[in-house]
């Protein structure tokens, strides 16, 4: 397998919530967006991953961007849920995978930075709307509290529970399969050996 360098974008506030308020627009976000794309997309990697999208108006803006920009090379957008059906923003994650779905430097679409707990479910939606591989590299389960700007300890899963959901998520359509916050190198040494037996 040949290595690939993947260059990550992260949302424009705050990826926990997807609340910016009535001021933020489109137009803002593509701004906001428009030189870090260019960016990335000049940096050498392989691979844009648009992580952590917090709402349809962000991946709106990234699907704009990579068109507008004629970016050259492949993207993703993944987006985080917290309660399993809606991205943190309470839009819906179909509608949102939709937008991912529609544009064509969209490689793969995908759910990150989720509890393991959702990932099934939420593959089976997905596939509802997207034909494009899913990638997913769920959190540890903890939750973040962007109150306290910390990990909420002692909620999440272990390695050992983590990886005993990893061949589900393969059978239900994952076709790429990590980890996101609070997972470890463990997790993803565990992960590889579960999807190579």
């Known amino acids: 397998m040949d290595n690939v360098v993947t260059k990550c974008l992260f949302p424009f506030h705050d990826a926990h919530s997807g609340n910016y308020g009535d001021a933020m627009s489109l137009d803002l ?34 699907t704009e961007l990579l068109d ?17 059906v809606n991205v943190v923003s309470g839009d819906s994650l179909l509608e949102c995978a939709s937008i991912a779905e529609t544009c064509k430097k969209v490689t793969a679409v995908g759910i990150n930075c989720t509890p393991p707990r959702f990932i099934h479910d939420l593959i089976l939606s997905v596939k509802k709307v997207v ?25 999440g899963v272990s390695d050992q529970d983590f990886v005993s959901y990893v061949n589900n998520w393969h059978e239900a359509g994952a076709a790429l399969i990590g980890g996101c916050c609070r997972t470890t190198p463990n997790t993803i040494r565990a992960i590889y050996k579960a999807l190579r037996s």
């Open 131 to 155: 034909t494009k591989p899913i990638v997913i590299y769920p959190n540890s389960g903890e939750r973040y509290d962007p109150d306290l700007k910390d990990w909420v300890e002692n909620i």
């Open 29 to 62: 976000l593509k701004d906001f967006h428009r030189r870090r794309v260019k960016v990335l997309a000049e940096s050498g990697a392989d691979l844009i991953a648009f992580e952590t999208t917090p709402n349809k108006v962000e991946a709106q803006a990234y």
């Open 68 to 84: 507008e920009e004629d970016i050259k090379i492949p993207a993703w957008i993944s987006f985080n849920s917290k309660d399993g």
